[in-house]
């Protein structure tokens, strides 16, 4: 009587987006990798066959939905996540307790040895409640796989875990997490109580500590030979060295993490990552350099309907149940395959201008950004022209990946993509939720598309939303098989003419009472700089496509939304 298990955990994205740098956006998907590879590994041991993701034996990449044969029971599923989890944790506060020069007595942060059975400290509670573990089991026919599947899903609806009431000072990340530092749950704390000045103090001297060491205390020549290889400089020196640089490699001095993105962060060090078990960050990263004018390129994707895809590899009628694992099997590796291919690819950015921060197969995350230098001299900027340029060739490294689905097992698979173009001021966790948006409303719109997002400074932001085959409507009309429309458009006149029409209420966007929105003139100036190209969507029955449906106001918003983003990323260039 054949049998599976479905198991998945949470939260993943949540667990990425709450993100400060660069850093600390590659210490979630580590984390997330080794959990997942923990989890196929118990149960391998336990003598069950893991039938996807398929590559179990490599951490990289490994994504957290994950398909057994056989009963592998939630009991162990939740052990086992929860004991490597806390393992993490526990490497990383002890090596902070270590090398931190702090009497170990003045950590509160920490359950101690008079309070285990009746009181968890602040690490112990994000031990035991960071992740929701979910959990399917099918059995006895030919569904067994689907129904496991379905029974995921079920399960995911409802909440599985506890939320900590959280007292205390908080992390101007969240507002619920509290600041990790050594006073952190002493006794005697109120709920909302600020913290004095003697504990600003002693705050201060907790990250100004914890950021010297662990960057490399040694580049700092004018204060390397005041040290021995174990001492941390003088408080005051510290905040004397922090005042003229700000910078740092793991921690800013001014930043205040909670536990989880302290963890984040911790990962990324070499000896830990390998104390842990873990995938080591390569030695030549760097951070992205974010001074005024520097602009960055966020590109968040995701597989369409991937689990639609994989019930269906699971229910063929005409397909046997060893096929059906064996193609489960197959698609799974292929994803996976792939994911790492694309992240290791040499030249899939400009020399220094980007990374992929993760591929999973069926999702990615990556940036177009200007490193920081080892000199004082500013990096080169990413122009947006150069970001567009490269987002138009974005479609043809998994072209040959969805021939291959479709050869083997005959299935459509695309890609929906959100792309945002970010101002400097821009938070990270901000435009990792932008990413997050985009990404859901090319997928809303009809799937096989990008959706093109310009963040400025102030919050506020154009979007444009397009099917992969039409995205060159930017650059000069050339379509992916080389046939050039019509000319490269003016953007200049462009925007000025279409600005000048919306101010006249010539164009409008929006219904107003006896004023319907007319599509004619938008479409007259559309042709007349586009090579007549809205007579041959017209045609060619693409607008439904391209814009959702046929009417007016579709078609005028998907224009206007055309111009606002086409203005900012190829207005003065030559493209």
């Known amino acids: 009587m054949p049998a599976y298990t479905a198991i998945a955990f949470a939260p993943v994205q949540g667990f990425i987006e709450k993100s400060r740098k660069l850093r600390d956006l590659y210490g979630a998907s580590l984390i997330l990798s080794f959990l997942s590879f923990k989890l196929v590994q118990k149960a391998e041991s336990l003598g069950l066959k893991v039938i996807s993701p398929g590559l179990p034996t490599i951490q990289e990449g490994m994504p957290n939905r994950i398909l057994i044969k056989g009963k592998f029971e939630r009991n162990d599923v939740q052990n086992t996540l929860l004991k490597e989890w806390q393992e993490i944790l526990k490497v990383c506060r002890e090596w902070i307790e270590d090398n931190l020069d702090i009497p170990k007595d003045q950590y509160y942060w920490s359950q101690t040895e008079d309070k285990k059975g009746r009181q968890k400290g602040e690490w112990e509670r994000w031990g035991s409640?960071?992740?929701?573990?979910?959990?399917?089991?099918?059995?006895?026919?030919?569904?067994?796989?689907?129904?496991?599947?379905?029974?995921?899903?079920?399960?995911?609806?409802?909440?599985?875990?506890?939320?900590?009431?959280?007292?205390?000072?908080?992390?101007?990340?969240?507002?619920?997490?509290?600041?990790?530092?050594?006073?952190?749950?002493?006794?005697?704390?109120?709920?909302?109580?600020?913290?004095?000045?003697?504990?600003?103090?002693?705050?201060?001297?907790?990250?100004?500590?914890?950021?010297?060491?662990?960057?490399?205390?040694?580049?700092?020549?004018?204060?390397?030979?005041?040290?021995?290889?174990?001492?941390?400089?003088?408080?005051?020196?510290?905040?004397?060295?922090?005042?003229?640089?700000?910078?740092?490699?793991?921690?800013?001095?001014?930043?205040?993490?909670?536990?989880?993105?302290?963890?984040?962060?911790?990962?990324?060090?070499?000896?830990?990552?390998?104390?842990?078990?873990?995938?080591?960050?390569?030695?030549?990263?760097?951070?992205?350099?974010?001074?005024?004018?520097?602009?960055?390129?966020?590109?968040?994707?995701?597989?369409?309907?991937?689990?639609?895809?994989?019930?269906?590899?699971?229910?063929?009628?005409?397909?046997?149940?060893?096929?059906?694992?064996?193609?489960?099997?197959?698609?799974?590796?292929?994803?996976?395959?792939?994911?790492?291919?694309?992240?290791?690819?040499?030249?899939?950015?400009?020399?220094?201008?980007?990374?992929?921060?993760?591929?999973?197969?069926?999702?990615?995350?990556?940036?177009l950004y200007s490193e920081k230098t080892d000199t004082q001299e500013k990096p080169e900027k990413v122009k947006p022209i150069e970001a567009l340029n490269w987002l138009l060739t974005l479609e043809d490294h998994w072209k040959d990946h969805q021939n291959t689905i479709k050869q083997e097992f005959n299935l459509d698979f695309t890609y929906s993509v959100g792309f945002v173009w970010a101002g400097h001021q821009v938070p990270q966790r901000d435009i990792l939720q932008h990413c997050r948006e985009a990404e859901k409303r090319a997928k809303s719109l009809g799937r096989d598309r990008v959706t093109l997002r310009v963040v400025f400074n102030s919050g506020q932001f154009v979007q444009w939303t397009c099917p992969w085959d039409y995205l060159h409507v930017l650059s000069n009309y050339r379509d992916r098989d080389g046939k050039t429309w019509g000319e490269k458009p003016n953007w200049t006149h462009i925007y000025n003419d279409w600005a000048q029409l919306k101010a006249r209420h010539a164009i409008r966007l929006q219904e107003m009472e006896e004023l319907s929105i007319n599509k004619e003139l938008a479409l007259a100036l559309f042709n007349l700089y586009f090579d007549n190209a809205g007579e041959k969507f017209k045609q060619e029955r693409k607008w439904i496509d391209l814009a959702g449906d046929n009417s007016d106001s579709a078609i005028v918003n998907w224009i206007d939304d055309l111009v606002q983003v086409g203005w900012q990323l190829c207005r003065n260039s030559n493209i």
């Open 129 to 367: 409640y960071t992740w929701e573990i979910f959990w399917g089991y099918g059995e006895s026919d030919k569904e067994a796989i689907k129904k496991a599947m379905d029974d995921l899903e079920t399960r995911k609806l409802k909440r599985d875990w506890t939320a900590i009431n959280w007292m205390g000072e908080s992390s101007s990340l969240t507002g619920t997490d509290a600041i990790a530092w050594h006073q952190l749950g002493k006794e005697s704390k109120e709920p909302g109580r600020s913290i004095k000045e003697t504990e600003q103090r002693q705050l201060k001297q907790f990250y100004h500590r914890l950021a010297w060491i662990l960057d490399d205390p040694y580049s700092r020549n004018h204060l390397a030979r005041e040290r021995t290889k174990e001492s941390i400089p003088s408080d005051e020196k510290l905040e004397k060295y922090f005042q003229e640089d700000s910078s740092g490699k793991f921690i800013s001095p001014g930043e205040k993490l909670s536990i989880p993105e302290l963890v984040k962060r911790l990962v990324t060090l070499p000896k830990l990552a390998k104390q842990i078990g873990m995938e080591e960050l390569d030695e030549g990263f760097k951070d992205i350099f974010r001074d005024a004018g520097y602009w960055t390129g966020w590109f968040m994707g995701d597989g369409d309907q991937v689990g639609d895809k994989l019930k269906e590899l699971a229910t063929r009628p005409e397909i046997d149940k060893d096929k059906q694992e064996q193609d489960l099997k197959s698609f799974t590796e292929l994803m996976r395959n792939w994911g790492k291919g694309f992240q290791n690819k040499k030249d899939l950015f400009p020399q220094g201008k980007g990374r992929v921060i993760y591929a999973g197969g069926d999702d990615f995350l990556g940036v």
